[in-house]
């Protein structure tokens, strides 16, 4: 098993000083898509755009993957929003 370090851009860096044990590549991606949905969960749509991505970073410091998603929001044309009874 190796350490990998997941850092997040959501606005601003994160950088991960833990890491996690993880054995293998496949294991690597889907921790980092698992954080990256985990992370959009609970993000606030700013502007009704957002972009927010996970790289993930070896035990030397190389960055070796990335995950990102990028979440678009707005009202339909001829559409306005319900006002507030």
Known sequence: MERYFFDVEDGHLT?????????????????????????????????????????????????IYRASITVKAGWLAGLNRMASA
Do not use: Y
């Open 15 to 63: 950088m991960d000083d833990d890491g996690r044990d993880l054995d293998g590549a496949d294991a690597v991606a889907a921790a980092a898509m698992s954080t990256l949905l985990e992370i959009a969960r609970f993000e606030v749509v700013a502007n009704n755009e957002r972009e927010l991505s996970v790289t993930v970073r070896n035990e030397a410091g190389d960055p």
